[in-house]
Each structure stands twice: as structure tokens, then as C-alpha cells.
């Protein structure tokens, strides 16, 4: 869940490109479970803050909806994704949980798009 907050210096920031999006690209290195990150818009407003789970790189992308299995994961505003497990509000979302919409997957031998 996204609450809003103030922003703070000491906290991460994260990118959230389209209003339809359910993740978000973090903008520096989340160092520890349980830091908080700070949601903005590309005009650089604050709207938001959720917690992540676990460390992320910086430029990887987080979840901020719960999106469910098989659910489309959404970055700014297209379809780039499939989640091939339950994905929590601020756990990574990379290549571990998402098989591509273009390329398929590794096990799959299929390089035709999910959708």
C-alpha cells in the first residue's frame, strides 16, 4: 500500500512513469530490508511511499500494488510483463517473478510475446 509522506533526505526514491503502473524504478540502491522509498512522478512530485522488502539495485524496479500471479506487470503505461508468482508491495520485480511479454522464457524455449 502507498501512504503518503513527507519526503525525507535520508530516504530512497523511486520513479513511478505512468499512473497505470503497478512498479516503480528505483533511482539509487535500496541497502537494507525495510527501507522506506519515496514514490514520485516524473515532474519529480512526491505521491507516495512504500517499504521494500529486501535490497534492490538501483534501476531495478519495485512493486507498488499487489500484483497477483499471472497478472500483467505494468511500466509507463504498457504492458512490459507477466508475473509468474504473487508479487508484495515493495519486493523486487525483475527477471525472478516476471517472464518478459516479449521475449518469453528461459524454460518455456519460446521467444513469442506472453501477450
Same mark, same amino acid.
Given at each position: 500500500?502507498?501512504?503518503?509522506?513527507?519526503?525525507? &533526505?535520508?530516504?530512497?526514491? #523511486?520513479?513511478?512513469? $505512468?499512473? /497505470?503502473?503497478?512498479?516503480?524504478?528505483?533511482?539509487?540502491?535500496?541497502?537494507? /530490508?525495510?527501507?522506506?522509498? /519515496?514514490?514520485?512522478?516524473? /515532474?519529480?512530485?512526491?505521491?507516495? &511511499?512504500?517499504?521494500?522488502? #529486501?535490497? *534492490?539495485? +538501483?534501476?531495478?524496479?519495485?512493486?507498488?500494488? &499487489?500484483?497477483?500471479?499471472?497478472?500483467? *506487470?505494468?511500466? +509507463?503505461?504498457?504492458?512490459?510483463?507477466?508475473?509468474?508468482?504473487? *508479487?508484495?508491495?515493495?519486493? $523486487?520485480? $525483475?527477471?525472478?517473478?516476471?517472464? &518478459?511479454?516479449?521475449?518469453?522464457?528461459?524454460? !518455456?524455449? !519460446? !521467444?513469442?510475446?506472453? $501477450?
Amino acid at each position: 500500500m502507498i501512504t503518503a509522506t513527507p519526503t525525507d &533526505s535520508d530516504r530512497c526514491v #523511486a520513479i513511478l512513469a $505512468h499512473c /497505470d503502473d503497478n512498479v516503480a524504478t528505483l533511482l539509487a540502491d535500496i541497502p537494507a /530490508d525495510g527501507a522506506v522509498v /519515496d514514490l514520485v512522478q516524473q /515532474d519529480l512530485t512526491h505521491i507516495g &511511499s512504500i517499504q521494500c522488502a #529486501a535490497p *534492490i539495485p +538501483f534501476g531495478h524496479k519495485t512493486a507498488v500494488r &499487489s500484483i497477483p500471479r499471472g497478472a500483467d *506487470i505494468v511500466k +509507463f503505461g504498457a504492458v512490459i510483463g507477466v508475473a509468474t508468482e504473487s *508479487i508484495c508491495v515493495g519486493q $523486487h520485480v $525483475h527477471i525472478q517473478n516476471v517472464a &518478459s511479454a516479449r521475449l518469453g522464457t528461459p524454460e !518455456s524455449g !519460446s !521467444s513469442d510475446a506472453k $501477450h
